[in-house]
């Protein structure tokens, strides 16, 4: 799973712009904070959801399950849009 | 059949299959320099943009001359310059851009503009002008694009600020950050289908945060808006 090539991630200040380019099915812009930035860096890589996780995890002192479900949203954020190569 | 045009300081030869965007251009059109860009519109390009929303009401004219505007908006990010959806005027030789979605009221502002500051105003383009972005300074330009009332001029100036606008019951102004203005800017930008293009596009818009001040005006159709906005963004 990673992110599709045609969607470019620009950083804003404080919160991380996903931008896809014209060819992209979808043609808003998402916006989200430093931890969507996070995700969406690790996603430039093939990657799953269990090693985000794992990474977030790393990263952040939260329980488990609460980057869990915010990872899951994310992803399903990201799909809804198609911006996940699976 | 070619034929060369100066857009934004750029050259651009067209070859282009069975019609004319001379119909459009007429005013940029231009003779000697070798061109930047060489571009070559085809059938498959004008079926392209009758594709798109609208584009089967349009004639085969328009749509080719969509194609072609298009084509070279993919490929102006080269040139430091992009394509930007707004209503610009500039006032005593510095450029103004009124940006909003479609509808909001961004032509209504600058035609209120025009009757305000009668001769100190001139339309630069009332649809889509080109914006160049060098470090420290950006420059507006009117292109061929220019609304439905044909409104601009083959001009430019150095831009010295950009205005969202959104509707609202009472006439009021603020000076916002540059990151505030970005996502909308961006909304407003042409975004090329070239993922490079697309990244140098945002860098462009980067160093327009840098040299360019960005407003929000709250406003309704009274003519006293233009009064608010004018006190705000003037030197």
């Known amino acids: ?86 | 059949m070619s034929s060369t045009y100066r857009i934004a300081d750029v050259n651009i030869r067209l070859s282009s299959g069975d019609y004319s965007f001379k119909i459009y251009a007429g005013d940029y059109s231009f003779d000697g320099a070798a061109p930047d860009i060489e571009l070559y519109v085809s059938r498959d390009d004008v079926d392209y943009e009758r594709s798109q929303p609208g584009g089967d009401s349009c004639t085969d004219s328009y749509l080719e001359a969509l194609a072609v505007f298009r084509k070279i908006s993919e490929r102006m990010p080269k040139y430091d310059t992009f394509l930007f959806h707004g209503s610009a005027v500039s006032v005593d030789g510095l450029g103004y851009i009124f940006a909003a979605p479609s509808g909001t009221g961004k032509s209504t502002h600058s035609a209120m503009w025009r009757n305000m500051l009668g001769e100190r105003a001139v339309m630069i383009n009332d649809d889509k002008p080109m914006i160049r972005s060098e470090l420290g300074h950006a420059e507006i330009y009117g292109t061929p694009f220019n609304g439905k009332h044909s409104l601009g001029s083959n001009i430019h100036a150095p831009l010295r600020a950009v205005c969202i606008l959104k509707r609202g019951e009472t006439n009021h102004i603020e000076r916002i950050t540059p990151d505030d203005a970005y996502p909308l800017l961006l909304r407003q930008t042409y975004r090329p289908h070239n993922k490079s293009m697309l990244a140098k596009t945002l860098q462009l818009l980067d160093r327009l945060k840098h040299s360019v001040r960005f407003y929000e005006l709250h406003c309704n159709m009274n003519p006293e808006a233009a009064k608010v906005s004018w006190e705000a963004m003037r030197p």
């Open chain 1, 1 to 86: 799973m990673k992110l599709r090539s045609e969607f470019l991630i620009h950083q804003n200040d404080n919160e991380t712009l996903l931008v896809p380019a014209g060819s992209a099915e979808f043609s808003g812009i998402v916006k989200g904070n430093n931890t969507f930035g996070e995700i969406l860096s690790l996603l430039k890589d093939d990657t799953n959801e269990s090693q985000i996780i794992k990474s977030m995890c790393e990263r952040y002192e939260a329980p488990e399950e609460v980057i869990s479900q915010d990872v899951r949203k994310i992803l399903d954020s990201l799909r809804s849009i198609n911006a996940l190569e699976e």
